[in-house]
């Protein structure tokens, strides 16, 4: 016999499912754009509802941060301790493709934990680099093993960072091969780099451009959300009041500082590929000179990654059209060299390399030599299959 209705039954995965749907509002949004009436609803159900399951937005967060990370650990744990370097990156990359949408929670929004729920995130990601290392000493016994380990999964986790699209069977084909293909590069050999020249950085001379310098340093040390407008003004000798006649808020402050940068990246890459014919010797040009910036904009770079993401609309809107600029000149060279190549293979491979990059120089704490340039420019190319 029925009633006439049914009464709403309660998924028994509803705390998996609000954790699944809060970690992409988080890749989405970032952190402190995202709100629980926002994740609430893209669940299907109240934020009241929502409150019974996680006290609080930070709690919420801490689950989601470390949710990919423990499967990443399950999956690579899962693998037999004499599986092969293959069989390690395809059930890292599978997982990682599968939760696309939200696994770059664990790479730059991790930031926004608490010292001690950073702390554990980082051991879970050092057992998984630990695992990769042992299997590419054990295949190619190279130098730096960490160091390569670290970077290969950069380039694999590098497709949470962009929204470029292709069948998934390929797309992990695609990043297994470059996570190879950075675990069997030397990153000491000798000449590896190239040299390049990078735009001098504007001397902060006017009062606009010592609050950028200032804004962008706070930003690195504190977190955007916690540096205020009065924090800015006091690190340049202003009163707050007077930052508002430069820059109509902090948001715009952030946008301001990734466009300069922007801005001489653009300039770099355009003085030193002249005069480079050669398509490979163009991609080694655009690597060295991306190394470069990465090194000499470490806290810029760290910003810009983490926090770019909750930047209205129409602020974030011109520094997206930049990345592309960038990313459509790799593209050209790259598919010049590697002719194979489609244009969303290529771009695929781009940010894998850009991914290896940054956590090779996690790693080397950003130290900058010209031996640590070197090393993670032939990591960079090895990972674009060069």
């Known amino acids: 016999m029925t009633t006439g209705s049914t009464a709403a039954v309660r998924p028994r995965n509803r705390k998996q499912l609000i954790v699944a749907a809060a970690g992409r ?21 109240t934020a009241a509802a929502l409150y019974r399951h996680f006290p609080n937005k930070y709690a919420l967060f801490a689950e989601c941060a470390n949710l990919m990370v423990d499967g990443l650990v399950a999956a690579i744990d899962g693998v037999p301790p004499e599986g092969t370097l293959a069989d390690v990156l395809t059930a890292v990359t599978q997982l990682t493709v599968t939760h696309r949408a939200s696994g770059g929670l664990y790479r730059w929004e991790a930031r926004f934990l608490d010292r001690d729920d950073r702390h554990l995130l ?3 990601f050092g057992h998984i680099v630990e695992r990769v290392t ?6 190619h016994p190279l130098p730096e093993g960490y160091l390569r380990a670290a970077a290969a999964l950069g380039a694999i986790g590098s497709i949470t960072m962009h929204r470029v699209s292709i069948a998934q069977r390929r797309l992990e084909e ?3 091969a470059s996570a190879t293909r950075v675990i069997a590069t030397d990153p000491t050999t000798p000449g590896s780099g190239r040299q ?6 504007p001397a902060a001379r006017t009062r606009r451009s010592e609050i950028l310098e200032a804004a962008i340093t706070l930003f690195e040390q504190d977190g955007f959300t916690n540096v205020t407008n009065a924090k800015i003004a006091e690190a340049v000798g202003l009163v707050p009041s007077a930052i508002y006649r430069y820059f109509p808020g902090k948001a715009d402050i952030l946008a301001a500082a990734c466009l300069q940068a922007a801005g001489l990246l653009a300039q770099a890459v355009e003085q030193n ?3 480079v014919a050669d398509p490979h010797e163009a991609v080694t040009t655009l690597s060295a000179t991306y190394v470069a910036y990465s090194f000499e904009h470490t806290a ?16 974030r809107r011109p520094l997206v059209t930049a990345q592309r600029e960038h ?7 790259l598919r010049s060299a590697r002719p194979a190549l489609d244009s969303r293979q290529a771009r695929i491979l781009v940010h894998a390399a850009f991914g290896a990059v940054v956590e090779a120089g996690r790693r080397l704490r950003w130290q900058d030599t010209p031996e640590n340039r070197d090393a993670v420019a032939a990591l960079l190319v090895g990972a674009l299959g060069l």
């Open 122 to 124: 980082a051991g879970k």
């Open 134 to 139: 042992e299997v590419a000493r054990r295949e």
């Open 196 to 201: 390049v020249e990078l735009p001098t950085q």
């Open 174 to 176: 695609l990043l297994v």
């Open 300 to 315: 810029l770079t760290s910003v810009a990654n983490a926090e770019l993401v909750g930047l209205p609309p129409n602020l």
């Open 327 to 333: 990313i459509a000149t790799w593209e050209q060279h």
């Open 25 to 45: 509002v988080f890749s989405e949004r970032g952190y402190h754009a995202a709100s629980m009436e926002e994740i609430a609803g893209a669940v299907g159900i």
């Open 273 to 275: 590929l002249v005069g």
